[in-house]
């Protein structure tokens, strides 16, 4: 965005300041409660949360997941509405055989109900292929969920590799997938999101406003 911005106007007047958490969505419930309460059973669960754009690679991550059963019991929650042809979605869903492995919830969910699906998973998944940033990652920290994202944009200024959660190339199903299988083979969910909670303290609104001022007073 500041690459964006200099080559519009290259005089602009501008601050770089990080994303805040989002923090409007409540407290975290506990895991087994929330995925009592969303019907879920599965031991492991990856969350895909959002507008369902074409560049957010959910077909990507369908791949992902396509190999991913073959390894381990794994389930995915695909939460948003669809703003691309969900049809070609399912159909891949219903092609790869993962009826029972993906659960697609594209209705409208309200603030109170947001924090249950973030709860109930064990890390966000956000296999973007072009992006600039992204408020998802941004209510993962808010739950102190771990992420496993794609380096695109400043996803990868976000997620810290290897700290808060995996990054990967873009539009690659198979680095996808082996980060995925890294996350429950090496029990790294604790101590990434032990690192989460300290990661989001510099993600503040009120850095943000403070910018805001500083570039109106200045």
């Not at 964006?4 to 106007?9: H, I, P, Q």
């Not at 042809?85 to 697609?104: A, H, P």
């Amino acid at each position: 965005v500041e690459r964006d911005l200099k080559n519009f106007l290259p005089s602009a007047k501008y601050k770089k300041v990080a994303h805040p958490v989002y923090n409007i969505f409540g407290e975290a419930v506990e895991k087994k409660q929330a995925r009592t309460q969303l019907g879920i059973t599965d031991k492991r669960v990856l969350l895909f949360f959002g507008y369902v754009r074409a560049y957010k690679g959910l077909n990507v991550m369908l791949d992902a997941m396509a190999k991913l059963v073959k390894e381990m019991d794994v389930k995915l929650l695909v939460v948003g509405e669809f703003y691309d042809d969900k049809e070609k979605y399912m159909k891949q869903i219903t092609d790869y055989g993962l009826q029972q492995s993906v659960s697609v919830n594209s209705d409208y969910v309200a603030n109170d109900k947001v924090g249950l699906y973030f709860s109930a998973a064990d890390v966000v998944m956000l296999p973007y292929i072009s992006a600039t940033q992204s408020g998802i990652a941004q209510i993962a920290y808010n739950f102190n969920k771990p992420v496993i994202a794609t380096n695109v944009g400043g996803l990868a200024e976000v997620v810290r590799d290897n700290v808060t959660g995996f990054v990967v190339p873009p539009n690659d199903a198979d680095a996808l997938t082996k980060a995925t299988i890294r996350f429950f083979g090496e029990n790294r969910e604790k101590e990434f999101a032990a690192n989460v909670e300290v990661e989001k303290k510099k993600y503040t609104w009120e850095a943000m406003t403070n910018a805001i001022e500083e570039l109106v007073k200045g």
